[in-house]
């Protein structure tokens, strides 16, 4: 498996500042340049790390969740990592190895460790190695439902889960599910999809999911509200509910992406019934 990883650094002075990133009402581009030196943040009871938000809540767009690519120094890591009991959160590794302590389990994480953290999960992190390793976190506020307990938590990795090929499509699109989606238990998927030269999504997807896109691999057209976006890896596509979303793979090679969306939940009824 192949998967871009941010360096970090600046451009050159000699670059043109015209770029791809843009914001808008219904979605964001987040190009892959612009994870540079200047836009990386830090965190408190994380060592020798840094890492870049490519998504949080923001009230009036996408509100559901949080998405991080994190890079961690040898050494580096935490013993108290996430700081909020109502989070659960997905950490998939693209770089470098981590040792993750699951309550009483010792795993070895390394490109393609995919976990699923539950709320209240007790676990930490940290680079045992001699180089820096790096992956994405994504968090969101677990919304209990009425006779469902949480999912307990897992750890797989992407090259051991059969993708599913879409219908009627051949092949060239499917998707790697690392959940049972009639696992009500979960309100939050977070898969890989991938697309072969050529494949496409042939219609504009338009629902009620929020969405964050990272291109893990190659390049493709996406259809993102009323805009055609060229994107390749390492860009992040950050979408609103209901904006309408399509691509073509524009190869030579696979084009693969992360997906985040929240699922199998009533929408809430206003802040009156929040909490």
């Known amino acids: ?38 836009t990386a943040s ?32 040898p050494g580096g890591g935490s013993d108290e990592p996430e700081p909020d009991p109502d989070a659960e959160a997905v950490l998939f590794v693209v770089d470098g190895a981590l040792t993750l302590t699951l309550d009483d389990d010792e795993h ?15 676990w930490t992190l940290h680079n045992r190695s001699i180089a820096t390793a790096a992956f994405h976190w994504i968090r969101k506020a677990y919304e209990w439902a009425p006779g469902l307990d949480a999912p307990p938590a897992f750890v797989t990795r992407d090259q051991d889960v059969v993708p599913i090929a879409m219908p009627d499509t051949a092949g060239t699109w499917s998707t790697t599910r690392f959940v049972d989606i009639a696992d009500l238990r979960h309100d939050m998927h977070v898969n890989i999809v991938t697309f072969e030269p050529g494949g496409s999504i042939p219609f504009p997807e338009t629902h ?25 890896a390492g860009d992040f596509m950050w979408l609103r509910a209901f904006c309408p979303q399509a691509c073509y793979a524009g190869g030579p090679g696979r084009f693969r992406y992360l997906l985040y969306k929240d699922v199998n939940r009533h929408a809430r009824l206003g802040q009156s019934r929040l909490g």
């Open 108 to 122: 070895r994480l390394e490109p393609g460790s995919y976990v699923f953290l539950p709320p209240g999960a007790t």
């Open 42 to 73: 830090f965190l408190p009871g994380w060592d020798r790390t840094r890492l870049w938000v490519l998504a949080r809540p923001l009230s009036g767009f996408a509100e559901t969740f949080s998405q991080y690519v994190v890079e961690v120094a």
């Open 208 to 232: 009620v999911m929020e969405h964050g896109l990272y291109v893990l691999e190659g390049k493709g057209v996406y259809l993102l509200n009323q805009d055609w976006v060229e994107v390749e």
């Open 1 to 38: 498996m192949s998967y871009y990883v941010p360096r970090g650094g600046l451009p050159p002075q000699t670059a043109l500042t015209t770029d791809r990133a843009r914001f808008t009402e219904a979605y964001a581009v987040i190009p892959a340049r612009t994870l540079s030196d200047i």
